[in-house]
Structure formats: structure tokens, C-alpha cells
């Protein structure tokens, strides 16, 4: 997920003047089995106070299981007496209550299969965890804990699933006036990640519309916890980009717009530094965002020229990002190690940076 900068911050950054072209002209409308979808609804405020219930819940039973981790380990080491353990066990072993206390059921029915499958993972992390505190060498212990977190992982699936940012799109290339599934867009990040087709990769980039996309980020937020962002990643194939982006993308595609300065300028090179950045989530879904954006970044020069950007021009972009943009990320989105030469240099015996 990449977190969007404030625009005074953009303005200051990508200049003053600001160069553009005409607006790309809009697509023609597309065969009636594409025709848009209607425009999403506005989630009600119970249910959008339910995914912030259930992500303070998810967060602190992630802390407390963390902390039977690390008392475990104090305990083998015998820097701390069995008790301990016991002690941090029962509160894991609480979980079917907080669920029903600190969460409660949906009213949503879409969000109803993800509470019954959070019931079960509690019940088993229950039997996971007063195993472990009849007998800490309990064998079956580990085969618990592997089928309960198992079930985690499908009621996150089948959450994600019920929000907006997974609901069926029509497939429209261009600058239309509707959410849609970017087929040039699609190919090229399936061609980057999985070097396949887009029939075969299941990979999706979705363009939102306004309207659609405070939707999605107002459910994203309450879901993870997450602040304001111009796209993300989920689960495997799946990439979304605001509206910012996928125009200023669809500028360079459609419109031979080459910008050099100015706001123009800046998002042209923020939106190829996004489309980067959320590929590389697909390529490595485990590594941290400063990695993944240090990755992305040097990645840009080739999705410029996917993009069919001159060579010059993408290069121009992925300078620009790095003198410009990503000094100004938060913490969470640097690191020392990203630099020429540096821990995450992907190509040490190339001059060239990013």
C-alpha cells in the first residue's frame, strides 16, 4: 500500500509551472455485456464501525499472542518461571469472549461468514492454547496452532472478498468515466510478475472512480487501520490505483503527454512509481513496504518502457522519484539500506540509480 503525501508537499516538490496536454478523450462506450456497473453504496456507519471493532480486536489478539511467543522463549531460557507462560496462555485462551464482547456479530450479511469462521479459529486457539497450559510438551500442540491460523487466513479472505475493492468490474481500457479492470495495465503488471498472460496470471488492476474509491479506502481504513493511500495489493493478483493515478497513467499511455515539471509532472512520476511499487507487493508479498519501495523504485525505468514510455523519458520519471519523492515518504517507506550500492541495490555493478 502506498501512502499518499500531502499536495502542498507534491506542488513543492515536482516545481511550479505545470506543462499538461488536453485530457484524453473517453473511451468509446464498450459492448452491452461490459456496460458499467452502478455505483457502490456508501456502507452504513454500523457496519463501517464493525471493521474498526473487528481490526482494534484483531490487533491486540495479535499483540497477545506475540507476547506467549516471547514469554515462551523467556521460559525455555529460564529467564522466567512457567507461570508466566500459563499466564499469557489464558488470555490467548480467551478469545472466543473478546470476539463476541470487543467485536460482536455483523449486521452486515455479507460479513457473516467471516464471523462464523473467526468462531471457530477462537475455538481452537482456546483448545490450542489449554493445551499448552495442562502440558507445555503437548505433542499436538503445534498441529493446533497450525489449523487455527489456517482458519484465520480464510475468514481474512472471505472478508476482503465482501468489501467494495473486490466487487465484479467490467474490463474497459482508456479514460472512462467508471470503475474498471485496465486491461493495458493488467497485462503489464501480469507480464512483469508472473510472465504470463493476463488470462492465465488472474491478475487484476483496478481503476476506481471517485465516488467508488472514498468507498474503498473509507472500508480499507476501518479494516486495517490503514491512513490515506493512492493504491494497494490483495491478495495474490489483485491491484487497485485512485483515480489520480490510473488518469495520470492512462495520460502517458493514451495522450503521448511527456510532462517535465509541474504537478503534471509529478504524478506522472508518482503514478508509474505506484503501479511499480504494488507489482512488486505481487512479486513479494512478504517483504516490508521500505523494501518494497526501494524495489519498486528501481523498477520504474522498466515499466516506463513496458508503458512505452521513451527510454529517456522513464528514465527522467525514476530520477525524478528518487530526487523528489521519496525523500518525502514516512518512515515506514525508507531505509538507509535503499541507496546506490546499498543492502537493497538490486543491480551493485550498475552505476545507474535508481
Not at 86 to 99: I, N
Not at 206 to 212: E, L, M, N, Y
Not at 256 to 281: D, I, K
Not at 337 to 345: I, V
Request: proline share 6%; hydrophobic share 35%; with cysteine.
Amino acid at each position: 500500500m502506498r501512502v499518499a503525501l500531502t499536495l502542498l508537499l507534491l506542488v513543492a516538490a515536482a516545481g511550479c509551472s505545470d506543462k499538461e496536454s488536453s485530457e484524453p478523450k473517453a473511451a468509446a462506450a464498450p459492448p452491452a455485456k461490459q456496460q458499467k456497473k452502478e455505483p457502490s453504496k456508501p456502507p452504513p456507519k454500523r457496519d463501517i464501525a464493525w471493521l474498526t471493532r473487528l481490526h482494534t480486536w484483531e490487533a491486540k489478539l495479535g499483540n497477545d499472542y506475540a507476547s506467549v511467543q516471547s514469554t515462551g522463549r523467556a521460559v525455555a531460557r529460564k529467564e522466567k518461571p512457567g507461570r508466566a507462560l500459563r499466564r499469557a496462555l489464558r488470555v490467548v485462551a480467551a478469545c472466543p469472549q473478546t470476539l463476541r464482547r470487543k467485536v460482536g456479530e455483523p449486521r452486515a450479511p455479507s460479513y457473516s461468514g467471516t464471523y462464523t469462521l473467526l468462531q471457530r479459529y477462537c475455538d481452537m486457539t482456546r483448545d490450542w492454547a489449554l493445551a499448552l497450559i495442562a502440558d507445555r510438551s503437548d505433542p499436538g500442540a503445534a498441529r493446533k496452532e497450525r489449523r487455527a491460523e489456517d482458519i484465520f487466513f480464510l475468514a481474512d479472505g472471505e472478508l476482503r472478498t465482501a468489501l467494495t475493492a473486490h466487487k465484479d468490474l467490467p474490463k474497459i481500457g482508456g479514460n472512462v468515466a467508471w470503475s474498471r479492470i485496465e486491461p493495458r495495465l493488467t497485462r503489464i503488471v501480469s507480464s512483469f510478475v508472473f510472465r504470463s498472460a493476463p488470462a492465465t496470471s488472474g491478475v487484476e488492476v483496478r481503476c476506481w472512480t471517485k465516488r467508488d474509491w472514498q468507498i474503498v479506502k473509507k472500508e480499507l481504513r476501518a479494516y486495517t487501520g490503514s491512513h490515506d493511500f493512492e493504491g494497494f495489493a490483495y491478495p495474490e493478483t489483485y491491484i487497485s490505483l485512485s483515480p489520480a493515478v490510473c488518469a495520470a497513467l492512462v495520460k502517458l499511455m493514451h495522450t503521448g503527454s511527456r510532462p517535465y515539471n509541474g504537478r503534471t509532472a509529478f504524478w506522472a512520476s508518482e503514478s508509474v512509481g505506484v503501479l511499480s511499487h504494488e507489482a512488486q507487493h505481487l512479486v513479494d508479498p512478504n517483504a516490508s513496504e521500505a523494501e518494497t519501495e526501494c524495489r519498486g523504485m528501481q523498477n520504474m525505468r522498466t515499466f516506463g518502457r513496458m508503458l512505452h514510455l521513451e527510454g529517456s523519458y522513464a528514465d527522467y520519471l525514476a530520477d525524478g522519484y528518487w530526487t523528489y519523492i521519496y525523500k518525502l515518504h514516512t518512515r515506514e517507506y525508507k531505509t538507509p539500506a535503499c541507496r546506490d550500492g546499498g543492502p537493497l541495490d538490486q543491480k551493485p555493478a550498475d552505476s545507474a540509480w535508481p
